[in-house]
Structures are given as structure tokens and as C-alpha cells.
């Protein structure tokens, strides 16, 4: 690669969500990666302060996964689903089986989350059809959820600049507001709320017939409105409401599972079960594609039967479970499980939040923390009492100067995300506080 071209050659790919002329100007391309750090190709090195996107559990170059994967290459690239499966997928299934949340017990695999977050709300309809409930079929997820870019994820999801280039989307999809308790959508405060924005939920179903609703469809942390952590009891109040009118509680997952809230999941974090788990991102570390569903034994079972019965999921992929991805996956979990990081995520979750505490609070622009374990936003305002946003945003610039000091970071306007690789320790946290604090103080 000759590095004068590297800006030219960059105008033959669409990235994700940028201007590319924007992009194009200085390039961030990416070419080593190795632990909590990555290298590009004029030889800076940064923090990956966000795993990549949530993504890199494990860690770059991490060697027990990356041999798996060499040793099943030599064995094994590709099985087909329609007719067979492979060891790697049954292990993969097996160890999941121990680590998800209870009830959980069947595993239905991908390559990526839109195809799982898709492919719950496909499971969910199947499901109510052929239970005696074929006029469900609605779907309600929340605005500011991001649940993936094929229709029914898109559709599902609730942020307008990543739908309205695409109206019309699927009918039947609905909304409701998020848990964003810093600035209450009803005007509340917790308790004295009562949770109006679950119990709102209710009032959905009922408007709509619950007759018609399939499924309920949710992050446990909303990631993209600025890591909404849930009150206590809303997803408790949630999981009532969906017992109450046979509707399916779909957890999307995919950001907040293997680890990264300081448990496995978010389910068990918060202690609240879903009826269907979509897993993605760490659950491979990025080592290969991967994702998946986890479905509760109920709704498994109506998915088995005799031929005749034509009860099989409607529903498959050609790369499903691919025994190159699944060698990953297990390598990837057993890295999780064997070296605790999930432990780690938790104990450095709290060491982060405590340093951002004593160093960035006093720069006087965080109006509150969220999040849990390794994932942590500070929603930034100019004026803490009246919550008044900063104008013009703050975030893009805070961000640039913290990629010049070497510093990866979640970008929004008006909060800056952490979520670093669970095997992080608290030197190089320090370290990531350290440029933090100084990128701040030059963008101020
Ligand atoms: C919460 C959530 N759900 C679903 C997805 C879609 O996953 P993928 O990009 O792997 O299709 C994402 C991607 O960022 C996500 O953050």
C-alpha cells in the first residue's frame, strides 16, 4: 500500500454513517491491532477506548483465538445448514447454553446483528401463528433503539436519520419512549413516576388489541441515545406487561452481552429474563462474523414436531453457523470464561467511573454518568442545573482532539462513550483518563 495513495483509494468504499468527503481529509485506517491498543498505517498508535465498536472483548491479536481458528481453516471452512451442521456449532451451542440467561435453552446462529434482531421478530410471528395466536403480528420497539439495518431490524429501530432515507419501512412496527431519566420524555422523576414509561407499554398493547402484538423489542442499555441504564423495575414492569398479554420480550443484546455490563449478559445484571436474546459483537471478539438468538424453551419447543406438522423455523441463512466463525466463538468465549473477564469488566467498569469522577467532574461539562461494567457515557451540558446542551455540540470536537492524543472514543454529539476491551488493566485506564482530561481541556 503506498501511503500517498491511501486517500484516493479510499473513495472507492462506503463506510458506515460519514461523509466520505468528510472522511477522506485524514483518513483513520486501521492496519495492527494488538491488546487494548490498535496502529494505523503511518504507524500512530491509539487506545481502542471502544473495542472497536463494542466489539473486541478479548482484546486485539489475541493468540487462543486466532489458533483456533488456523486449526479449524486446516479441518473444516464450510458446512451447509440446510442439511447438516458441524462440531464447532454444537460446541459453540453447548458452552452458550451454560452462560445465557435462564430459561434460555436453544441457539439459532449468524453472521451479524441485524440478521439476529431480524430473525427474533421473524421467530416471534412464526411463533404466535402456529400457537393459536395468528393476529399477532405488531411489533413494538423504542425511539432512540437501534436494533440493525435490514427492513424488520430498521423498521424495529427508532432513530429517524437511520430510517427516513428508507420510508416507506414495514407496517405494524410501533414505538414508545425511552428510560431516559435525565431528561424525562413525561417530565418525571424516579419513583415518584411510578415508571410511566414502561407502564406506557401497556397502554400500547391495549390500544392496538394485544391480539395483534408479537413482540416487545429492547436493549437493556439503549446504546445509541447515550447508554440509557434502565430505572429500577423497569425491566421487571416490562416483563410483566409482556407475561400479561402473551407478547414476546425480545432483549437485543448485541452491544451488552459477553461481559461488557459486568455480567454475561445485561439480563443478568439487571435480573430480568427475556423470552429471546440477540447476541452479536463480542460474542467473537470480531475474530470472524458472528451472531445469534437465544430462545426460551416454550417457544423452542413449538419448533419441533414430526415432518407432517411443518412446524421448522421458516428461516436460514447460507453462512449460519459456519464452523470457521463458531472455532472463533468458542475460542472467543472460553478466553471470557477461562481468564474472567467478565469479573475484570466489573471491577474496571467501577476503577473507570471512579477516576472519570475525580478527573473529568471537575472540568464542570458532565451532567450525569450511565452505564454499567466496561460501558460508560458522559452526557455533556454546559450548565449542570438547567441540563442546557452545549451549542454547538461539543462531542465531534472532544472526540478529534482525543484521536490526535491516541485515543479511540464513542462519538455523539452531546455525549462521549468508553467501552474499552475487557482485558484492560488500570494502568492503561489511567492512561485513557489521562488523554481524556487533556482532549477536554483543549477543546475548552
Ligand atoms: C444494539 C444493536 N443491535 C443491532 C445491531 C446490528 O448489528 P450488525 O451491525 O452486526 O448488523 C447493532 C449494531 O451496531 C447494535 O448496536
Given at each position: 500500500?503506498?501511503?500517498e495513495?491511501?486517500p484516493?483509494?479510499?473513495?472507492?468504499?462506503?463506510?458506515?454513517?460519514?461523509?466520505?468527503?468528510?472522511?477522506?481529509?485524514?483518513?483513520?485506517?486501521?492496519k495492527?491491532?494488538?491488546?487494548?491498543?490498535?496502529?494505523?498505517?503511518?504507524?500512530?498508535t491509539?487506545?481502542?477506548?471502544?473495542?472497536?465498536?463494542?466489539?473486541?472483548?478479548?482484546?486485539?491479536?489475541n493468540?487462543?483465538?486466532?489458533?483456533?481458528?488456523?486449526?479449524?481453516?486446516?479441518?473444516?471452512?464450510?458446512?451447509?445448514?440446510?442439511?447438516?451442521?458441524?462440531?464447532?456449532?454444537?460446541?459453540?451451542?453447548?458452552?452458550?447454553?451454560?452462560?445465557?440467561?435462564?430459561?434460555?435453552?436453544?441457539?439459532?446462529?449468524?453472521?451479524?446483528?441485524?440478521?439476529?434482531?431480524?430473525?427474533?421478530?421473524?421467530?416471534?410471528?412464526?411463533?404466535?401463528?402456529?400457537?393459536?395466536?395468528?393476529?399477532?403480528?405488531?411489533?413494538?420497539?423504542?425511539?432512540?433503539?437501534?436494533?440493525?439495518?435490514?427492513?424488520?431490524?430498521?423498521?424495529?429501530?427508532?432513530?429517524?436519520?437511520?430510517?427516513?432515507p428508507?420510508?416507506?419501512?414495514?407496517?405494524?412496527?410501533?414505538?414508545?419512549?425511552?428510560?431516559?431519566?435525565?431528561?424525562?420524555?413525561?417530565?418525571?422523576?424516579?419513583?415518584?413516576?411510578?415508571?410511566?414509561?414502561?407502564?406506557?407499554?401497556?397502554?400500547?398493547?391495549?390500544?392496538?388489541?394485544?391480539?395483534?402484538?408479537?413482540?416487545?423489542?429492547?436493549?437493556?442499555?439503549?446504546?445509541?441515545?447515550g447508554?440509557?441504564?434502565?430505572?429500577p423495575?423497569?425491566?421487571?414492569?416490562?416483563?410483566?406487561?409482556?407475561?400479561?398479554?402473551?407478547?414476546?420480550?425480545?432483549?437485543?443484546?448485541?452491544?451488552?452481552?459477553?461481559?461488557?455490563?459486568?455480567?454475561?449478559?445485561?439480563?443478568?445484571?439487571?435480573?430480568?429474563?427475556?423470552?429471546i436474546?440477540?447476541?452479536?459483537?463480542?460474542?467473537?471478539?470480531?475474530?470472524?462474523?458472528?451472531?445469534?438468538?437465544?430462545?426460551?424453551?416454550?417457544?423452542a419447543?413449538?419448533?419441533?414436531?414430526?415432518?407432517?406438522?411443518?412446524?421448522?423455523?421458516?428461516?436460514?441463512?447460507?453462512?449460519?453457523g459456519?464452523?470457521?466463525?463458531?472455532?472463533?466463538?468458542?475460542?472467543?468465549l472460553?478466553?471470557?470464561?477461562?481468564?474472567?473477564?467478565?469479573?475484570?469488566?466489573?471491577?474496571?467498569g467501577?476503577y473507570?467511573?471512579?477516576?472519570?469522577?475525580?478527573?473529568?467532574?471537575?472540568?464542570?461539562?458532565?451532567?450525569?454518568?450511565?452505564?454499567?461494567?466496561?460501558?460508560?457515557?458522559?452526557?455533556?451540558?454546559?450548565?449542570?442545573?438547567?441540563?442546557?446542551?452545549?451549542?454547538?455540540?461539543?462531542?465531534?470536537?472532544?472526540?478529534?482532539?482525543?484521536?490526535?492524543?491516541?485515543?479511540i472514543?464513542?462519538?455523539?454529539?452531546?455525549w462521549?462513550?468508553?467501552?474499552?476491551?475487557?482485558?484492560?488493566?488500570?494502568s492503561?485506564?489511567?492512561?485513557?483518563?489521562?488523554?481524556?482530561?487533556?482532549?477536554?481541556?483543549?477543546?475548552?
Open positions: 500500500m503506498e501511503k495513495n491511501l484516493e483509494q479510499t473513495k472507492r468504499l462506503l463506510l458506515a454513517y460519514m461523509q466520505m468527503s468528510d472522511f477522506v481529509k485524514d483518513p483513520l485506517i486501521i495492527k491491532g494488538e491488546g487494548v491498543r490498535i496502529e494505523d498505517v503511518n504507524g500512530k491509539y487506545i481502542d477506548g471502544l473495542s472497536g465498536i463494542f466489539v473486541v472483548n478479548v482484546g486485539h491479536g493468540q487462543a483465538v486466532i489458533g483456533a481458528m488456523k486449526a479449524q481453516l486446516d479441518e473444516l471452512a464450510f458446512a451447509p445448514v440446510l442439511y447438516a451442521t458441524n462440531p464447532k456449532a454444537l460446541e459453540l451451542s453447548q458452552l452458550l447454553s451454560t452462560i445465557v440467561p435462564d430459561g434460555l435453552t436453544s441457539f439459532k446462529l449468524f453472521c451479524g446483528g441485524s440478521e439476529a434482531t431480524e430473525a427474533a421478530i421473524k421467530l416471534s410471528r412464526q411463533y404466535h401463528r402456529q400457537t393459536g395466536n395468528p393476529l399477532k403480528y405488531k411489533v413494538i420497539g423504542r425511539y432512540g433503539g437501534f436494533h440493525g439495518v435490514t427492513m424488520g431490524a430498521v423498521s424495529a429501530t427508532g432513530i429517524p436519520i437511520r430510517k427516513v428508507f420510508v416507506p419501512l414495514l407496517e405494524g412496527f410501533l414505538h414508545i419512549a425511552p428510560p431516559y431519566c435525565y431528561r424525562c420524555p413525561y417530565e418525571k422523576e424516579f419513583p415518584g413516576c411510578n415508571l410511566t414509561c414502561a407502564q406506557i407499554l401497556e397502554d400500547m398493547i391495549q390500544w392496538e388489541g394485544p391480539e395483534t402484538v408479537a413482540c416487545f423489542i429492547a436493549e437493556p442499555i439503549m446504546n445509541m441515545p447508554m440509557l441504564t434502565p430505572p423495575g423497569y425491566l421487571e414492569r416490562l416483563r410483566q406487561i409482556c407475561d400479561r398479554h402473551q407478547v414476546t420480550l425480545i432483549y437485543d443484546e448485541i452491544v451488552t452481552g459477553f461481559g461488557r455490563t459486568g455480567s454475561m449478559f445485561a439480563a443478568q445484571t439487571y435480573g430480568v429474563s427475556p423470552d436474546l440477540c447476541m452479536g459483537k463480542g460474542m467473537s471478539s470480531g475474530y470472524a462474523p458472528l451472531a445469534g438468538i437465544a430462545i426460551q424453551e416454550e417457544i419447543k413449538a419448533f419441533w414436531g414430526p415432518a407432517e406438522a411443518k412446524v421448522e423455523f421458516s428461516h436460514a441463512h447460507t453462512y449460519e459456519n464452523p470457521l466463525s463458531c472455532a472463533a466463538g468458542l475460542a472467543n472460553r478466553e471470557i470464561l477461562g481468564r474472567k473477564l467478565v469479573e475484570n469488566s466489573k471491577a474496571m467501577e473507570l467511573r471512579k477516576k472519570l469522577q475525580d478527573r473529568i467532574f471537575p472540568l464542570g461539562l458532565v451532567g450525569d454518568m450511565r452505564g454499567s461494567g466496561l460501558m460508560v457515557a458522559l452526557e455533556l451540558v454546559k450548565d449542570k442545573k438547567t441540563r442546557e446542551r452545549f451549542d454547538p455540540p461539543l462531542g465531534r470536537k472532544i472526540a478529534s482532539a482525543a484521536r490526535k492524543n491516541g485515543l472514543l464513542r462519538i455523539d454529539p452531546h462521549i462513550g468508553l467501552a474499552p476491551p475487557l482485558i484492560i488493566c488500570s492503561e485506564i489511567d492512561e485513557i483518563v489521562d488523554i481524556l482530561e487533556r482532549s477536554i481541556r483543549e477543546v475548552l
